[in-house]
């Protein structure tokens, strides 16, 4: 949670650079729960006085028991649970009471992690996971988060404020050694292994960076793994001041750390010939195939997005035979567009790099069909700087964002609440309009 505001306000949460760190911390989190799972067990049988040798066999006795409980739990959640719970709240958004609606999906997810809990012996914090995952299956998904986005905030505040409770002060001064050797295992270990694996994906320096500076904290995991190994008594009341001081010390300092990225970068950039190599070094699907066609290099249709909308519009050209290049952040989804013969681009459009990979230069338009309307100064300003003659096309969400689009270089603007209205509006006319012209 911590994460994502941080990369929200810095608007990196949408940039590849936020999917990678997003990416890391569901996996650290996927890993977590793992380790929520196991260790109860695992603690009973290390805590035992087992001496007459046999412990290797009642320990895999016991692992095993632990995940045929978790795989009958998970089996239940995807089997039954996602039938199961869209109906309910399908039959509970008929009623038409939203109160009912939000209590219902707050007694679900309650039941759920508490039946996981009780019923399978699974952790409170797997069952809640998974409640989250049978939910989304619903097609009142959106709206099972929008109403329970309070409560959430709510619990948000009680969490930490629980957490602040925890904290003993009196660590910084009795072992101020310690507290300091936390810190920099969180702040310049983890940061290092984050950018040493970016790297090693072949992802540019400035991305490692960018990710390291992301992951140079802990989360909210690490205070339930830390309150779980007090109760199991595999953890100190020391130990768990000592996670704590460093958890809050790195989310102090992270804003901090971001503010020395570009300086750092352009220090090592300037002292080492390596490091200027692995700041080129480009995605192979961040430009074009040297075998792309002539008619995806000129005259085409330069499309920012393949969401909903975006896959729309390109299905529309590719139907009239017109030529067209997808510009993308998403590099798995321009992987699948290449293996469809599709031209697509990897990469954030409001850098100018990215849009002269899709040849702007001699494109016919420009298509902004994403739904956050921030970076169109900076994709427009560099489509119309190499190419003045372009028409550019751009979706709105709102009638706000329309009219602040109508600032810009845009020729056309589409509005999703007028093109709705457009839409429903020629289907009524088609229907009453033949009897009304007709009324005997």
């Known amino acids: 949670m911590v994460l994502f505001k941080a990369l929200e306000a810095r608007g990196i949460l949408a940039s590849m650079n936020g999917y990678i760190a997003v990416g890391w911390l569901v996996v650290e989190d996927l890993a977590m729960v793992v380790v929520l799972v196991l260790l109860p067990p695992l603690a009973g049988m290390l805590g035992g006085t087992e001496t007459d040798g046999s412990l290797q066999s009642p320990l895999w006795r016991t692992l095993g028991l632990t995940f045929l409980q978790v795989g009958a739990f998970v089996a239940l959640m995807l089997i039954v649970g996602r039938r199961v719970m869209p109906w309910v709240l399908w039959l509970v958004a008929r009623t038409g009471s939203r109160e009912l609606f939000t209590l219902a999906v707050i007694a679900a997810a309650i039941t759920i992690a508490f039946g996981a809990a009780e019923l399978f012996g699974v952790s409170f914090a797997l069952g809640a996971f998974f409640a989250g995952m049978v939910m989304r299956e619903s097609t009142f998904s959106h709206r099972a988060a929008e109403e329970s986005l309070p409560l959430r905030d709510a619990f948000a505040v009680l969490f930490f404020v629980s957490v602040g409770m925890l904290f003993e002060p009196g660590v910084l001064i009795d072992s101020p050694l310690r507290v300091i ?10 940061s290092v292994a984050a950018a040493l694996l970016v790297t090693a994906f072949h992802y540019p320096l400035s991305t490692a960076f960018t990710v390291a500076a992301s992951l140079a904290q802990i989360g909210e995991f690490s205070f339930i793994l830390a309150g779980l ?3 199991l008594g595999l953890l100190t009341a020391e130990g768990q001041s000592l996670i704590l001081a460093g958890a809050l010390i790195s989310i102090a300092l992270n804003p901090m750390i971001f503010g020395l990225i570009e300086p750092l970068r352009n220090k090592v950039l300037e002292n080492s010939r390596l490091a200027r190599q692995l700041d080129q070094r ?3 699907f961040a430009e074009l195939p040297l075998s792309t066609e002539d008619r995806y290099l000129e005259g085409q249709v ?4 393949h ?3 975006g896959r729309q519009i390109g299905e529309a050209l590719g139907r009239r035979g017109i030529p067209f290049v997808v510009v993308e952040q998403n590099r798995e989804l321009v992987e699948a567009l290449r293996r469809q013969d599709i031209a697509a681009v990897s990469g954030n459009a409001a850098e100018p790099s990215v849009l002269i990979q899709a040849h702007i230069a001699r494109a016919a338009m420009l298509v902004i ?3 956050d309307t921030l970076d169109v100064h900076q994709m427009t300003g560099t489509a119309r700087a190499l190419n003045p003659d372009i028409e550019v096309a751009v979706r709105a969400q709102s009638e706000d964002d329309a009219s602040l689009l109508a600032r810009e270089a845009v020729d056309c ?8 209205a457009k839409g429903m509006a020629e289907h009524i006319l088609k229907r009453v309009a033949p009897s009304a012209d007709h009324p005997g």
């Open 282 to 284: 480009q995605d192979p």
């Open 181 to 190: 050797g936390v810190v920099a295992i969180i702040i310049i270990g983890k």
């Open 413 to 420: 603007i589409f509005c999703g609440e007028d093109e709705l």
């Open 369 to 371: 069909a994403i739904s």
């Open 229 to 231: 190994g007090m109760s």
């Open 307 to 309: 969401g909903r909308v």
């Open 302 to 305: 330069v499309l920012v997005g």
